[in-house]
Structure formats: structure tokens, C-alpha cells
């Protein structure tokens, strides 16, 4: 049986994991810090899917929001495999322990979000991430063919023949943050689990973890990435001044919220006033919202949209935020489906249901990734030929489904769909061990790194210029400016880099700065506003801004 090693314990890495190991193979599962350290575990929404095949009419009308959201950009033949495999994978998380919320006559409780036309996602409340982390992580940890590293930090791709990315890889350098020694771990086949690079960002939804680690090792390795420029941005974060981002679920939209600016929610506030002294219904804020300037969709329409809405109006009013009301849901036992969202706005004081909420966008997903095909191997750079024994999965893989845009809770769906193409496809093929041997670490000559003030300024500087030059809205200027920066930041952290052991540090700002880079000269080729990609410079003199 083949021996594979996964980087990453999100839901994409640990339901391969477990298809694989149930097959025989011998599965270890490195991750950078705790199992459940993971943007799988920080995911509330849930996961789009239809149940029933046989519902052909909610097939195509999910496959058609996600083609509307993807603003032409998706792979339709992809989109349509995904969504025809959903119903399937469901039943796969159920069978592996996952327990979504049901109604109380035995029903699925089928939840709506932004750019969706219908209640399609399964949820378990409001911590579906949680929940579904939770499931794979008991049956990995009790399963004998799966060894799960916690504490393991992958530095770079092993290849097979150094140098030829045609004959593939063989394993992966690993820093053992315990005994801070670089491991080996010997592999038949790597599968890249490792999320998105939200750290880029100073405001984001990730966990710390998120550095891009897969997507730079992979493209050191010689694989090819794709559509980098379109970064999501989550509308709806608490904004919580010297507090880590918090995402405000947008199903919390799905049942009614609005998002409305200073001006909207004192205008609201002002006719519900009106209307209760003349004994007559309080209007509904719908009507109140900024975001109808930019869609008819107002609060429902899709993350792209909403989340340049909210931009545009906090850089026009000067304000740090808008808000999201929930006062008029009044028949929506708001507290009961969203426990964790309530208890968290508690330690600001505030009570769900009642009092507006404070919400800023924050850097959430990474919509482009390792270019793979339908079976998740990774595609080289130079022959445009599937690398061999090299897979991606989950965030950090380019599959075709987003387009420019993700709809939401399709992630979750493309995770566990692709996890389970690449492990059947494992499987199937088993790969073929390799017999070479894998060169050591280079260290001879090197020191650790004492001096830890250069590395934390430049994160500073690469964070600082990622933040202000490629945010939501972007410009030629401010793009050829990031991209100075970021050439010269590479340059000495290279120069870092090739003086000494590794250290956390220095590898996350490694892949930080190279990403970045990439994301720039990515946005930099466009050469049309699509999605999360709006650059001033690109806009037509017939479209509106």
C-alpha cells in the first residue's frame, strides 16, 4: 500500500485522509499547529448542496448562481461535475459522524446566504466548520493507518529529481516546531491541504495558520497557479478595534438582516419612530440599505458586490464601519440559530436581535490556487502537464468552480468533492514508491537567525502594503507601487533565508512575501474588472463606478 502524506487538516485534508486510510494506505497528516487549526473549523456558514440527483431544477438553479456569482469566469463543465457529486458527499459526512441541523420533523434545516436563490446549505448552526472538524478529526485520530503531526510545519516540496518538476515529488521538509530540527517525511504521493493566505491582509476572517505555505511550495516546486488576483473579502466582520476580525455569517443575511450606514439607520430609525405614534407598521429597513445603489439584491447580493458597496461608502463618509440590523426579525429565534455569533457579541455588549452591529470587510478567501485537473493534480509550469505524484485540494487548489467570485458555502462543497476525487483516484492508481534517496536538509554552515526584529518589520511592511495598495477596489499606481515593495522584500528575504535554520517566522514570511508578489503581478495582468478584481483603471467610460 502507498504511503501519502497531506499537508493540512482542514476538511479537504482529513476527509481524504480518511477515504485513503479506509483503502488500506498509510496516511500522515502534517499540520502546522492543533488538528482543528484550520479555516474548516472558523467556517460558519455551511455547505450548498443538493440531496436529492433527482431534483434536476434545484441542480441548475444552484449550478446557475454559481455561474452568475463566478461573473464569467467559472469553468461551467467543472461547476455542473461538483454540483452533481454534492448530494453524495453529504452522505459521506453524515456516514463519517458529521451531524447537520435538522428541523423538528426530522428534515434537513436548509439555510439561504448571499448570491443564492433558494435554501440550499446545510448547516449546524452557525459553526458548521466546528462541527465538521470535529467529525473527521474523531475518526482520523481513532483510525491505525492515519498519523496526525501536529506542530509540523511544511517548509518545501521534495522533488523526485531535483530541479525536473516532470518527474514529480517524493516528499516534504518539515520543520518539528518541538524540537526545532528539519524532518524528512518520505511520501508516494503529496496531497496539499493547506487553506489560503488571508495573513496577507492586517484584517482577516483566517486563523494564523493562513500563510499560503502549499501554494508557495508548490510554486517553488514548478507548479503552475492561477487567478491569484481575486481575493475575497468577507462583508461582514465585526468590527471590534484591537480585536481579531470575527465574521458575521452571512446567513445571518439568509434569514433578513440588512446592512444600513449611519445615515440609513437613523432614517430608519426615524420612520419606525414615525410609525409607531401613528399606530401603523414599522417599515422594513430593506429599503433604508446603500448596497440597492449597486445591486437590486441590496444585502443578498453576492460577497464582490456588497463588500465593495460597504468600501465605497466608508471611504465617502469617513466612517470605520455600517452596520447590520436585526432588531426587526422579531419571529426569528435569532439567539438559537446563531449561538456562536450571540455569544460573541455579548463581550461587546451588544445583544443580537436588538442592537446594530458594527461590520467592516475583512480578507477571507483566496479564490485562485495551484491550477489542477479533475482528479486535483497539480499542473507544471512549463509543459502545462500534470505534475506526477502532486495533488491540491480545498483553498488552496484553482479547480475552476469560483470563477472570480466564490459563492458562498461552495468551499466546503469543492473541498470535500475534490478530497474525495484525489483519494478514489489514489486508489485506483496507487503510485509508484520511490526507490531514490531523499537529500538531506541543506544546513551545513548555517545558524538560526538571533536577530528577529528584520523579520518582524518586514511582515509588518509586506502586511502594511498588501492592506493599503491591494485592497477591495485597486489601481495601476498602487499596484506597480506594492510591486516595487514587494520585489525588494523578496529580495532580502532571500538573502535571510539563505543565512539560516529555519524558523516559523522566517518560512511564513517566505511564502507571505512570494504570494504577495504573485496576487500583484496577477492583478497587474488583468485586463478586465471581474468578481473580486476591480481595478478604477479598467472601468469603461459607459460603466458606472
Not at 76 to 97: H, K
Not at 180 to 195: C, K, N, P, S
Not at 400 to 410: C, D, I, P, T
Request: proline letters at 4%; hydrophobic letters at 40%; one cysteine or more.
Amino acid at each position: 500500500m502507498a504511503h501519502v502524506v497531506i499537508v493540512g487538516s482542514g476538511i479537504a485534508g482529513l476527509f481524504a485522509a480518511c477515504r485513503l486510510a479506509d483503502a488500506g494506505h498509510h496516511v500522515t497528516v502534517a499540520t502546522k499547529k492543533r488538528t482543528k487549526d484550520s479555516s474548516t473549523n472558523w467556517a460558519q456558514g455551511g455547505i450548498a448542496a443538493i440531496l436529492d440527483k433527482t431534483n434536476e431544477q434545484g441542480m441548475e438553479a444552484h449550478i446557475q448562481d454559481t455561474l452568475r456569482s463566478g461573473d464569467g469566469k467559472c469553468d461551467e463543465r467543472v461547476v455542473r461535475s461538483i454540483i452533481a457529486e454534492a448530494g453524495a458527499r453529504i452522505l459521506d459526512l453524515i456516514q463519517l459522524g458529521v451531524e447537520f441541523e435538522k428541523e423538528q420533523d426530522g428534515t434537513f434545516a436548509m439555510a439561504q446566504e448571499g448570491g443564492h436563490s433558494t435554501k440550499r446549505i446545510f448547516h449546524a448552526k452557525d459553526a458548521t466548520g466546528k462541527e465538521i472538524e470535529r467529525a473527521l478529526s474523531v475518526y482520523a485520530t481513532k483510525h491505525d493507518r492515519i498519523q496526525l503531526r501536529p506542530n509540523t510545519l511544511a517548509i518545501d516540496l521534495i522533488q523526485r529529481e531535483h530541479g525536473d518538476p516532470s518527474q514529480g515529488v517524493a516528499g516534504v521538509w518539515c520543520l518539528d516546531q518541538q524540537t526545532q530540527e528539519v524532518i524528512t517525511l518520505e511520501a508516494d504521493a503529496v496531497i496539499l491541504a493547506t487553506g489560503g493566505v488571508g495573513c496577507l491582509w492586517k484584517q482577516t476572517t483566517n486563523p494564523s495558520v493562513a500563510t499560503g505555505d502549499g501554494l508557495a511550495m508548490a510554486y517553488r516546486t514548478g507548479a503552475c497557479v492561477d487567478n491569484l488576483a481575486f481575493i475575497q473579502f468577507h462583508p461582514t466582520s465585526l468590527s471590534a478595534p484591537g480585536q481579531r476580525p470575527f465574521l458575521i455569517s452571512e446567513a445571518l443575511r439568509g434569514v433578513g438582516a440588512v446592512l444600513l450606514d449611519d445615515e440609513g439607520l437613523a432614517s430608519w430609525q426615524e420612520a419606525c419612530a414615525d410609525a409607531i405614534d401613528s399606530h401603523q407598521e414599522p417599515p422594513a429597513p430593506d429599503g433604508f440599505s446603500f448596497t440597492l445603489n449597486h445591486s437590486p439584491d441590496g444585502s443578498m447580493a453576492t460577497r464582490d458586490i456588497v463588500a465593495r458597496a460597504i468600501d465605497q461608502q466608508l471611504k465617502t463618509s469617513g466612517k470605520h464601519h455600517v452596520y447590520l440590523v436585526t432588531s426587526h426579525l422579531t419571529d426569528v429565534p435569532l439567539t438559537t440559530k446563531f449561538p456562536t455569533i450571540s455569544q460573541r457579541l455579548k463581550k461587546d455588549g451588544l445583544t443580537l436581535g436588538v442592537d446594530p452591529i458594527p461590520v467592516v470587510p475583512a480578507a477571507h478567501y483566496m479564490v485562485g490556487g495551484v491550477r489542477v485537473d479533475d482528479i486535483g493534480r497539480a499542473y507544471q509550469q512549463l509543459n502545462d502537464e500534470p505534475m506526477p505524484h502532486l495533488f491540491a485540494i480545498g483553498e488552496v487548489a484553482c479547480t475552476g468552480m469560483h470563477g472570480a467570485n466564490r459563492l458562498a458555502s461552495n468551499s466546503l462543497l469543492e473541498a470535500v468533492v475534490y478530497a474525495n476525487r484525489v483519494a478514489q483516484h489514489l486508489i485506483d492508481n496507487p503510485p509508484e514508491p520511490y526507490e531514490g534517496n531523499h537529500p538531506a536538509w541543506r544546513a551545513d554552515g548555517l545558524d538560526r537567525l538571533r536577530e528577529h526584529a528584520p523579520i518582524i518589520h518586514d511582515r509588518a511592511s509586506l502586511v502594511s502594503t498588501m492592506t493599503q495598495e491591494v485592497g477591495i477596489v485597486r489601481s495601476n499606481q498602487r499596484l506597480r507601487r506594492a510591486q516595487r515593495r514587494l520585489e525588494l522584500l523578496n529580495q532580502e528575504i532571500d538573502l535571510i533565508w539563505k543565512a539560516s535554520l529555519p524558523s516559523r517566522a522566517i518560512v511564513e514570511l517566505r511564502n507571505l512575501a512570494l504570494i504577495g508578489h504573485l496576487v500583484v503581478n496577477n492583478a497587474l495582468e488583468q485586463t478586465e474588472n471581474a468578481g473580486l478584481h476591480y481595478n478604477v483603471d479598467l472601468i469603461k467610460d459607459d460603466m458606472p463606478e
